[in-house]
């Protein structure tokens, strides 16, 4: 028993060596720069807190749905080729494009839908918990603000198929 005592007393003083030492190392050896990034993370972060439990579980369904319409968005920036200012590369057939369309619309759509049922969901934690109105207030523009950005990614879907689609000599715009 006593030598179970003591590899474990080794182990974890070894672990908070290990940790404390490379924690200074890299803070030696970190440029100027780097610290106002850390700052700049900090201050994103601090938003007003959700308090009720409900809330929590709101925001944190709030927060997949945000990642996947910004999933689907790379793979539509990848799918186009999609360069910086913003125009299709690729250039595709009229039916590989229209199929592309509607899988990633769909998806989108999709998306909205569930944003739609957690605004429901919303109004009717509002009506019940009215202490934290000012949580589901938040968390209803969050929502609103999710819906229009994915209704904008299936505009700018649009014409990039309308632009992949295009001859080599008129671009659509």
């Known amino acids: 028993m006593k030598k179970n005592w003591y590899s474990k007393a080794a182990a974890s003083l070894l ?6 030492s490379s924690v200074s ?21 601090k938003k007003a807190p959700i308090k009720s439990q409900q809330g929590k579980a709101i925001e944190k369904r709030l927060n997949a749905s945000e990642a996947t319409i910004n999933n689907i968005t790379k793979a539509i920036n990848k799918e186009f080729g999609v360069n910086q200012e913003g125009q299709a590369k690729a250039t595709l057939t009229k039916t590989i494009a229209n199929k592309k369309y509607n899988s990633y619309a769909g998806k989108l759509k999709a998306e909205i839908n569930k944003l739609r049922a957690i605004d429901k969901q919303i109004a009717v934690s509002k009506k019940k ?5 000012a949580d589901y207030e938040t968390l209803a523009q969050k929502s609103k603000e999710l819906q229009k950005l ?9 014409s990039l198929v309308d632009q992949a689609t295009a001859p080599k000599g008129t671009k659509a715009s």
């Open 150 to 158: 994915a209704n904008d990614e299936i505009k700018r879907l649009k």
């Open 25 to 45: 190392m890299v803070s030696a050896q970190t440029p100027e720069n780097a610290k106002p990034q850390v700052e700049k993370k900090k201050e994103q972060k």
């Open 129 to 133: 918990d009215k202490k934290n109105v």
């Open 15 to 20: 672990a908070f060596t290990l940790v404390t």
